[in-house]
């Protein structure tokens, strides 16, 4: 989907509008809705951003939970590779590779 498709209704909310602006000696009514309407997709649009900025700090928070796991197992794994589960200290592998 393209940006200006996403779009299109803002898009041409915001063109009424501008059209509107330009005219001269329309009623005041008439002025009175194109801002009414312009309004509204505004504050709809503030709803959303609020929602997608908030969708993506939670994703943002459980990407970075999910990352210190991650460490954690890496770590965890390490540690299982390198030493002998017996006594702890380094295992042949880790030993010559050390050397």
Known sequence: MSSSELFA????????ARTMAAREGLPADDY??????????????????QRLISRSDRAEFELNRL?????????ALEYKATH???????NRGA?????
């Open 32 to 49: 009175r809705q194109a801002l009414a309407t312009l309004a509204e997709d505004y504050q709809r649009m503030m709803r959303e951003s």
């Open 9 to 16: 209704r803002e898009t041409a909310i915001l063109h009424d």
């Open 67 to 75: 990352n210190e796991q991650l460490q954690a197992l890496t770590t």
């Open 95 to 99: 030993i010559i590779e050390r050397i």
């Open 84 to 90: 002998d589960p017996l006594t702890g200290i380094y």
